[in-house]
């Protein structure tokens, strides 16, 4: 991943913690795939767009006060446009060919 996208990733966790939701989803590419392979039996595996990525931040925000799972971004043109999350950091990793 470039300096360039790492920065992106980095920022957008910055505004999410700061609690500037909408100012997160100007991040993402319209079409966004949202992919959760560790996700609650009630919540999808996956979230296409933006209005479903707004659909599953609410969810979280009103259900956790501290999630914390390994979360694999990939983008283009300097938009997210695809997000995968793993149970844990190893399965991210190994996912990656880079298993510790």
Do not use: C
Not at 30 to 48: G, K, Q, S, T, Y
Not at 71 to 98: C, F, H, N, Q, W
Request: charged share 30%.
């Amino acid at each position: 991943m470039s300096q360039e996208n790492v920065e992106i990733v980095i920022h957008g966790f910055s505004l999410y913690n700061s609690g500037d939701r909408e100012a997160v989803l100007d991040l993402y590419d319209a079409n966004i795939e949202w992919r959760d392979l560790d996700h609650a039996p009630d919540v999808p595996e996956r979230f296409v767009g933006i209005e479903g990525l707004r659909e599953l931040v609410a969810t979280w925000d009103a259900a956790f006060d501290d999630l914390r799972r390994a979360e694999v971004y990939e983008l283009e043109g300097g938009k997210i446009v695809r997000v995968t999350i793993y149970p844990d950091r190893s399965a991210a990793l190994e996912v990656m060919g880079r298993a510790e």
